[in-house]
């Protein structure tokens, strides 16, 4: 019986989730604004559990390249797709287009897409470039 | 002499051509589509009172467009008026029923890429967002009352929304239950006065990247945070009334990255936190008043070289808090009312100074459940000893020269 606790409390305690955004309550980790769009909210997820949560991908990234958090503690990152508001994806498999028609909450121009093909058709209309994950990140790197 | 006729000639012509321009008055939506495609510049299209169902308007003429008493345009969901060309003018219109997009700032009107258009005397209700400003120079936005429906957060827009427009007057106008009242990105060289923002569901005023702006004689209540100024430079802000923005996350004023500002003359009434300070440099903090908030400042310590005096902190649960053993601020000449000391010379500043840092702030700031024990006599015991002895708190974050009378 014991065991059988253990094994239990095991399995309840290790597996990171992420956590739904409450938009209008919940504040962003890095620029403390309150999340408002939900076409822009991101989230990171630590091997530990914990969740943090930004009111832009380029507060998650930012976030995410400065010291305050280490890739190997990293169990996931979720972002949200300009064209479905409200519904968290993992920012790895997304496509990103920065341009400077379509603002972005803190000011970067940039949105992010499930499908390249979403992206393609803003980009159409309003221009700009594509990245995928590992483009964006440099991209940040470069221009910070 | 020969200057003078040129003159008298000029004017002459401005006159006569004044009489060229037309005035048209319209009765629906019909006769409104009509006037506005046979417009010219310069002209003026009167609104007869009633309800006129317009949606996706562009007016690419250099026009007026005013209503008379009762003039209602409905939206029917969609965005209304588009105005694409400058030195247009929209006065004393109802508008209302802008939908809600989550692609799209749908907005009752936009001005895009074009310069000196006027807003005024416009009632808003129900509009997603209600006046959006792109790339738009010189825009007046006056005398207008906004009135959002949103209880939701994502379905809530901007009352004013402004986007890369410089040299923008913002007065007198009413801004309620939208998302921000009045918001800033990438807006320079504006002034923001005079105007009354409530129970929006975040900012009633927010900057962002906007750098030499000036607010005053503004008030904000209610909101979520009365103004957030974040990553702008030299902001001026004087005798705002940051009043009952209470509850958990809120605020009256919101810094975050900014440098080189001044705040004189606000009154901060009732806030949860009355200013709380992230990352900011060389502000210049005086004769503010405080009164009955939670925490009346709180400063992060990656803030400093700011100057805080001459304000009037009054009957504050927290009057002063700080993360980090450091502080590299300026704090002198302030009146506390908690301050328990004396002034024997009687030259109207107190012998001993006072340490605004209590130690129980800092036990709070690690654990929020204790603020149960907040009126305990063990706390009142603790902060005297801390007082006494400070081990805790900054040594160096203490007014040498406090007030004995408030300024």
């Known amino acids: 019986m014991r065991k059988l606790i253990a094994i239990l409390l095991i399995i309840c305690s290790c597996s990171p989730a992420s956590e739904p955004i409450k938009y209008g309550t919940d ?20 091997k530990k559990g914990k969740v ?64 390249k093909e979403d992206a393609i058709k803003f980009q159409v209309e309003q221009g700009g470039d594509i990245y995928n994950w590992e483009e964006l990140l440099n991209y940040f790197k470069v221009n910070r | 002499m020969i200057r003078v006729i040129v003159y008298i000639i000029t004017i002459c012509l401005g006159l006569l ?58 939206g029917g969901g969609d965005a209304i008026f588009v105005l694409s060309a400058p030195n247009i003018l929209i006065e004393s219109i109802s508008f209302r029923n802008v939908g809600v997009s989550y692609i799209q700032e749908l907005s009752a009107i936009r001005i895009l890429k074009t310069k000196n258009c006027c807003i005024s005397n416009n009632k808003f209700v129900n ?44 007065k007198n106008n009413y801004t309620r239950s939208h998302r921000d009242g009045v918001y800033l990105e990438f807006v320079t060289h504006s002034i923001i006065e005079n ?103 709180r400063i992060m310590s990656n803030s400093y070289d700011n100057q805080i005096s001459y304000n009037n902190f009054i009957d504050n649960t927290f009057e002063f808090t700080t993360t980090g053993k450091h502080n590299i601020n300026q704090v002198d000449n ?21 340490r605004p840092v209590s130690l129980f702030s800092y036990i709070i700031s690690t654990s929020q459940a204790s603020i149960i024990l907040l009126r305990s006599l063990f706390i009142e015991l603790l902060n005297f000893a801390e007082r006494v002895v400070p081990v805790f708190t900054p040594e160096t974050l203490s007014d040498k020269s406090p007030l004995i009378k408030p300024v």
């Open chain 2, 334 to 354: 302030n009146y506390w009312s908690s301050y328990s000391g004396y002034d024997i010379n009687k030259d109207g500043i107190g012998d001993i100074p006072h």
């Open chain 2, 195 to 297: 105007n009354i923002s409530e129970k929006n569901l975040r900012y009633g005023l927010h900057f962002m990247f906007s750098h030499d702006n000036v607010y005053r004689y503004n008030e904000f209540r209610n909101n979520s945070a009365g103004v957030a100024v974040m990553y702008s430079e030299n902001v001026t802000m004087i005798a705002n009334k940051f009043i009952d923005n209470w509850g958990s996350n809120c605020y009256g004023l919101l810094l975050k990255d900014i440098r080189r500002s001044t705040l004189t003359q606000n009154e901060f009434i009732r806030n949860t936190v009355g200013i709380h300070l992230d990352n900011a440099l060389d502000l210049q903090i005086d004769s503010n008043q405080f009164t009955d908030n939670g925490w009346a400042v």
């Open chain 1, 52 to 115: 943090f949560k930004f009111d832009s991908i380029e507060c998650l990234v930012h976030y995410y390249l400065s010291d305050n958090i280490s890739e190997s503690e990293i169990s996931m990152l979720l972002i949200t797709s300009y064209t479905n508001p409200n519904i968290l994806i993992n920012a790895y498999d997304g496509f990103y287009l920065i341009s400077k028609s379509m603002p972005s909450p803190m000011g970067e121009f940039l949105n992010g897409f499930s499908s």
């Open chain 2, 17 to 74: 051509s004044n009489g060229v321009f037309a005035t048209v008055t319209v009765k629906n939506a019909v006769s409104f589509s009509t006037a506005l495609q046979n417009s010219n510049d310069g002209d003026s299209i009167i609104l007869k009172k009633g309800v006129y169902q317009l949606s996706n308007i562009n007016i690419t003429k250099s026009i007026s467009i005013i209503g008379e008493d009762g003039t209602i345009i409905d």
């Open chain 1, 27 to 46: 504040e962003c980790k890095l620029c403390n604004m309150l999340i408002m769009d939900s076409r822009f909210g991101s989230e990171a997820v630590t």
């Open chain 2, 127 to 170: 509009c997603f967002f209600a006046i959006y400003v792109e790339r738009s120079d010189s825009c007046t936005i006056t005398n207008n009352t906004i009135h959002g429906e949103s209880s939701t957060e994502a379905s809530s827009g901007n009352a004013i929304h402004l986007w890369y427009s410089n040299y923008a007057i913002i």
